[in-house]
């Protein structure tokens, strides 16, 4: 946290420590209801202050949000991008570390801000309650 020039408050580790320990990505929602000791409006300041000193990496799909913990220190130079899946049956989003996000060769005059990659369908263990 201090790397990325954040100062370590008992609410912002409770924070870090539930997106880290969760193991996939979170919602806003999902964070709020592992941390019912936490304020709301505490979880949002700070998702705002951890996306503003890329602590976080966002998803965003046609409907959800979801955070995940970013590993690399230094801003622009981002190189634990992976592979998510949404599953359109339980809404859950898994990472897929194993998959790097394919490298994009944009036109001259376009710069990346962001790459997501996102793959949506049914996780395995939906799959198998069909």
């Known amino acids: ?9 008992a609410n912002r580790i409770l924070i870090l420590k539930a997106l880290l320990q969760a193991g996939r990505p979170l919602s806003q929602t999902e964070i709020e209801t592992a ?3 936490v304020d709301k409006s505490i979880i949002s300041r700070t998702l705002g202050t951890f996306r503003e000193h890329h602590l976080l990496h966002t998803l965003s799909g046609e ?10 220190v230094e801003e ?18 898994f990472c897929l570390e194993e998959l790097p996000v394919p490298a994009v060769q944009l036109p001259d005059g376009f710069s990346v801000e962001n790459v997501e990659y996102l793959a949506h369908g049914v996780c395995p263990a939906c799959a198998g309650k069909r």
């Open 35 to 37: 941390l019912e000791s």
């Open 76 to 93: 622009g130079q981002d190189d634990d991008r992976h592979v998510h899946f949404h599953c359109e049956v339980c809404g859950q989003t």
């Open 63 to 72: 409907d959800f949000v979801r955070y995940e913990v970013c590993h690399c």
């Open 1 to 9: 946290m201090q790397e990325h020039g954040i100062r370590p408050t």
